[in-house]
C-alpha cells in the first residue's frame, strides 16, 4: 500500500534561515512519481514539483531545492534564505503507475517563517 | 488563462441533506479529480473523471457521485450529509489525467454540516 510519512507537523523559523521539510514514503511500484504542493491560507493548493521514480537528480528552483533518494525513500524539500511569504502548509504526495490520477498525500508540515 | 473554478466557495447545510459541488478544469484540461480535505489532514482522493468516464475511486462511501459533463466540468454530489463530511473539497485538473501528469487545483468548496 502507498502511503506518506511528513513527521514534522510544525516548523518555525525566522526569515532568512534555511529549512529543510521531510518526506518518507512508501510503495510497491517501481515507478511512481512524487510530488510537493503548497497550501497557502487562501487553501488553493500550488503545485512546485514533480519528480518520477526513475530520476533521482536533485533539483533547484531559486531558492527551492529537492533532495530524492531511493535508497531511504525520501523526497526532501529545502527552502533556501526563507521569507514571510514561504509560510504556509506543505504537502508531500505519491502517485503510482495504477492508470489513473491519485495523488495520496502526507499530513502536511506547516511552515511559520517570521520577520 | 483562467485556473480550476469550483462553486459555491462556502456551503452550509444540515444533515441528511444533499450538496452538488461543481468545478470547472483549466481550459483544454480534459481530466478532474476529486479531494477530500478535513481539517488538519491531507486531502484525500475521492474521484477521478477522464473524458467523461470514471477513471478511479477512492475509499468513500456510495453517497459520494460525480459525473463529468462534455465540456469537462464536473459535479461532485453527497448525499444524506453526515457531520463527517464537513471539509474543504478540491477539484484538480489535468492535461492528460496520467498518473505522472501534474494536478492544477482550484480554490476548494468549503462545506459544514450541522
Known amino acids: 500500500a502507498q502511503k506518506v510519512t511528513q513527521a514534522q507537523t510544525e516548523i518555525s523559523v525566522v526569515e532568512k534561515e534555511d529549512v529543510t521539510l521531510d518526506c518518507v514514503y512508501e510503495?510497491?511500484?517501481?515507478?511512481?512519481?512524487l510530488f510537493w504542493y503548497k497550501q497557502p491560507p487562501s487553501g488553493e493548493l500550488v503545485f512546485l514539483i514533480r519528480r518520477n521514480s526513475f530520476d533521482e537528480q536533485n533539483e533547484i528552483s531559486g531558492r527551492y531545492s529537492w533532495n530524492f533518494q531511493k535508497s531511504t525513500s525520501s523526497f526532501n524539500f529545502t527552502i533556501t534564505a526563507s521569507q514571510v511569504v514561504d509560510s504556509a502548509v506543505y504537502f508531500c504526495a505519491l502517485s503510482e503507475d495504477t492508470g489513473f490520477q491519485k495523488l495520496v498525500f502526507g499530513t502536511g508540515t506547516r511552515l511559520l517563517v517570521s520577520p | 488563462d483562467a485556473g480550476v473554478t469550483q462553486s459555491p466557495t462556502h456551503l452550509i447545510k444540515t444533515r441528511g441533506q444533499h450538496v452538488t459541488l461543481r468545478c470547472s478544469p483549466i481550459s483544454g484540461h480534459k481530466s478532474v479529480s476529486w479531494y477530500q480535505q478535513v481539517l488538519g489532514q491531507g486531502p484525500q482522493f475521492i474521484f477521478q473523471y477522464y473524458e467523461k468516464e470514471e477513471r478511479g475511486r477512492g475509499n468513500f462511501p456510495d453517497r459520494f457521485s460525480a459525473r463529468q459533463f462534455p465540456n469537462y466540468s464536473s459535479e461532485l454530489n453527497v448525499n444524506a450529509l453526515l457531520l463527517g463530511d464537513s471539509a474543504l473539497y478540491l477539484c484538480a485538473s489535468s492535461s492528460t489525467g496520467g498518473p505522472h501528469n501534474e494536478q492544477f487545483f482550484g480554490p476548494g468548496t468549503r462545506l459544514t454540516v450541522l
Open positions: 510503495t510497491r511500484d517501481t515507478t511512481y512519481y
